[in-house]
């Protein structure tokens, strides 16, 4: 499937087309590494939560 037949899809065939296209990576073998860039934002936002003089404010 190339991008032009996928932009002939309605709305909901594309939703479905991606609903099975994470049925089948959720039952695959394969690990995939995230990216180190992943693990620097979550040790951003894990320094971000934990310092206690920080103020937080509901919206």
Not at 3 to 32: F, G, R
């Amino acid at each position: 499937m190339n991008t032009s037949e996928i932009k002939k899809m309605s709305t909901i065939e594309c939703l479905q087309t991606m609903e099975a296209i994470w049925d089948t990576l959720l039952y695959d073998e394969i690990e995939v590494e995230s990216p180190e860039w992943h693990r620097d934002v979550l040790e951003e936002r894990m320094g971000h939560c934990c310092v206690p003089e920080r103020s937080w404010s509901c919206w």
